[in-house]
Nanobody
């Protein structure tokens, strides 16, 4: 069984930084995309960033240049480094791992909430 446990987030000032972590418990068999989504109140869910085995493959235009997705394979952890946070960024952020071929194999973490004040 695969489980994703997120940590990080909190109250951050505009222009500040935060880092979200997604610890993957269990073994992932095959090739998986690692993704971060977010959903702000009253907004549709948005794919923020995605990693393939070869490296980053996607950044949303709204976060390009500010957010970076990365992974630590030794620690089985996916990160989202968020810099220069703006008022558009408060949301619930979700970690997701998604099989690159069998798309129905899909795991979600809990969602830490990142809040940017003023």
């Amino acid at each position: 069984q695969v489980q994703l446990v997120e940590s990080g987030g909190g109250l951050v000032q505009p222009g500040g930084s935060a880092r979200l972590s997604c610890k993957i418990f269990g073994d992932l068999f095959g090739s998986y995309f690692k993704k971060w989504y977010r959903q702000a109140p009253g907004k549709q869910r948005e794919l923020v960033a995605a990693l393939a085995d070869v490296g980053p493959v996607h950044n949303a235009d709204s976060v390009k240049g500010r957010f970076t997705i990365s992974r630590d394979d030794v620690r089985s952890t996916v990160f989202l480094q968020m810099n220069n946070l703006q008022l558009e960024d408060p949301a619930v952020y979700y970690c997701n791992v998604h099989h690159s071929l069998v798309h129905e194999i899909d795991y979600w973490g809990n969602g830490p909430q990142v809040t940017v004040s003023l």
